[in-house]
């Protein structure tokens, strides 16, 4: 924080829809960016971990098992981080 501001950005992951794993090391890869750049504050667009466009896809347990597994692996990599 300076002058009480902090840093914002948002952000917009290259994704492949049902494919949480490959979504999930995207987003990694740009808190750890951001967090080289001193933003606190990071945001993605919703449904990003399995692609906006699943529609009758989220009904299968093994993406919702999978984009659950793809977010706990985010929580993971962003605890060193400042980024939040």
């Known amino acids: 924080m300076r002058y009480g501001f902090i840093k914002c950005a948002a952000a917009t992951p290259k994704i492949k829809v049902a494919d949480p794993r490959f979504n999930s ?6 808190i750890r960016q951001a967090d080289k750049a001193n933003v606190r504050l990071l ?3 919703e449904l990003c971990i399995t692609g906006y466009t699943c529609s009758d896809l989220f009904f299968q347990r093994r993406l919702l098992d999978s984009a659950r597994r793809a977010l706990l ?3 993971d990599a962003s605890a060193g981080t400042n980024t939040v």
């Open 73 to 75: 692996d985010i929580v």
């Open 43 to 45: 945001v993605f667009p």
């Open 25 to 30: 090391e995207r987003i990694i890869d740009l």
